[in-house]
């Protein structure tokens, strides 16, 4: 790299990150807390050769474009819906992701909701704050029990992985999962069996999605799946929000076809001010945070400047989404 090759970079990252991207690039930091327009960021990449985009970035066809000079997309984030790959490996330009390092701290979130929601830690929050605790109630705040109960993963990838090993070790549970691969790693570590999805809705206390947003599974747990499951089951979701469709969610936690929820993503983010959602006591709703801890986002931020610059120099990327490009990489 004779001369620092100029990118863009949509939002402050860590500098774990950030300051080899700065050092080694000519960067433009957009340093809102809110994305760039979607007009402000087609003309931020015209001329720049790499992007570091976030999951609130939408780089379709008609951006890239735009972008004739663009070597490189490199995203903060492990899923990576918000790009269009195909016509990105299409147009030559390299796509990144942060897989791995944060498969802990999503698992963990995971737990988290499921353990609260099931024990509705946020109402009792809620009550207590509200001045509503009288006194000990034998018959008041009735939770679900996680010992020895069924875990359902759906998509047991490294992070349903992460979360299954959790919940078998700690709580005996039994493992079941639905893929459209097997996990043979999870078969023969901690028992998981694969089954349809209609046996999972079905057996599972706990269903926790840790699918990839796709139009195969967009509203794949709707209105017929929540019927199909227990009064009692928890539902977690930390990959995707549109994997639900929210409104039949909604109804089914009014009308006690599940016990309760536990969110991480909804659709939209942020969820609309009049969604139901919002007024139901037994969902609990979080800012998508799962990898929000220090050093997962250290870690990500990380490999996001080395898949950037891997771009750039026409190396391999470290966490290549579209490998298949590098036959036709721009130069
Ligand atoms: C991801 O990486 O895809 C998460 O949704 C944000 O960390």
Not at 39 to 47: G, S, W
Not at 83 to 91: H, K
Not at 267 to 294: G, M, Q, W, Y
Request: contains cysteine.
């Amino acid at each position: 790299m004779a001369q620092r090759p100029k990118v863009f970079v949509t939002r402050v990252l860590p500098d774990a990150g950030l300051q080899l991207i700065e050092e080694m690039c000519d960067a433009d930091v957009w340093r809102d807390a809110l994305p760039p327009p979607a007009d402000v960021l087609r003309q931020k990449i015209a001329d720049r050769e790499g992007l570091v985009a976030l999951l609130t970035d939408k780089i379709d066809d008609a951006l890239l474009g735009q972008a004739p000079k663009l070597k490189v997309i490199s995203n903060f984030a492990v899923g990576f819906n918000n790009i269009d790959v195909p016509a990105c490996t299409e147009r030559g330009v390299c796509v990144g992701n942060t897989p791995g390092v944060l498969t802990d701290a999503t698992a963990d979130m995971a737990f988290c909701l499921l353990i609260a929601a099931a024990r509705r830690v946020v109402e009792g929050h809620q009550y207590t704050l509200a001045g509503k605790w009288k006194t000990w109630e034998p018959l008041g705040h009735l939770g679900q029990d996680l010992m020895g109960r069924t875990l359902g993963i759906v998509g047991m990838g490294r992070i349903g992985y992460a979360l299954a090993k959790r919940c078998r070790g700690g709580w005996d549970m039994r493992i079941l999962y639905s893929d459209v691969f097997s996990n043979e790693k999870s078969e023969m570590t901690i028992g998981a069996r694969r089954v349809d999805l209609d046996t999972l809705l079905k057996e599972s206390d706990f269903l926790s999605l840790h699918a990839d947003l796709n139009d195969k599974t967009r509203g794949m747990i709707g209105a017929a799946q929540l019927q199909k499951m227990k009064k009692t089951a928890v539902l977690i979701n930390t990959a995707r929000g549109p994997l639900i469709d929210q409104k039949a969610l909604a109804a089914a936690l009014r009308d006690g076809t599940i016990f309760a929820a536990g969110l991480d993503v909804t659709d939209p983010e942020p969820p609309d001010k009049d969604d139901p959602l919002l007024r139901l006591p037994n969902v609990i709703l979080a800012p998508h945070i799962a990898s929000a801890t220090v050093r997962t986002r250290d870690n990500m931020a990380m490999i996001c400047a080395q898949n950037l610059l891997a771009g750039l120099r026409g190396d391999k990327l470290p966490a290549w989404v579209n490998p298949e490009v590098a036959g036709k990489r721009r130069k």
